[in-house]
């Protein structure tokens, strides 16, 4: 697994109940799954969508060295989640374990994606206008002290909801926090 991936184990997010800052990590089969398999969009949204950093390539931020567009995002990862559902209506992880899943939904304004050139491997871009960015995380005990992070992706918004997941009233058993 790359370095820079290994530096990225933590990840800090709301706690689910009483909004505090808690923190969580990913799967360790799950990334080295993606490292393995050289999934570097997923990489890349892991550090920047999640952990609120770039990618850590070589010359990052070479495209956007002339930018005059703040990002808001940098920095934050999932603290700027919107809003937290819990339990999936769709098999998805584990059997059994779908239901104890705690959805965190963003709509970051970029990401970054794999741009191979001389100079540098990533480039920021507009995040899908027509999705959000959903993280899944279990986890475990009753304090929530301890979470993992088993996925995550961007899904199309709802129609109406253009903050939320298309049809999030089907797709998980129920709502347990929203911003706004």
């Given at each position: ?158 129609a109406q909801e253009q903050r939320l997941p298309a049809g999030y ?5 129920g709502e347990v926090w929203r911003d706004g």
């Amino acid at each position: 697994m790359p370095d820079w991936i290994n530096q990225l184990k933590k990840v800090q997010v709301r706690h689910p109940i009483d909004g505090t800052e808690i923190t969580v990590a990913p799967n360790p089969r799950l990334m080295q799954q993606l490292a393995g398999t050289r999934q570097i969009a997923k990489l890349f949204d892991y550090s920047y969508v999640l952990c609120g950093l770039p990618p850590q390539v070589n010359n990052i931020g070479y495209f956007e060295r002339n930018s005059t567009i703040e990002d808001e995002h940098e920095n934050r990862g999932l603290l700027r989640a919107h809003a937290i559902f819990r339990g999936l209506k769709r098999p998805c992880i584990d059997d059994g374990v779908d239901a104890e899943v705690y959805v965190y939904v963003m709509k970051p304004r970029f990401t970054y994606r794999y741009a191979p050139g001389m100079v540098c491997a990533a480039k920021r871009t507009d995040a899908p206008r027509d999705s959000v960015f959903v993280t899944y995380i279990r986890f475990i005990g009753q304090e929530f002290d301890r979470g993992e992070i088993v996925g995550w992706d961007w899904v199309p918004c709802d129609a109406q909801e253009q903050r939320l997941p298309a049809g999030y009233n089907e797709r998980y058993s129920g709502e347990v926090w929203r911003d706004g």
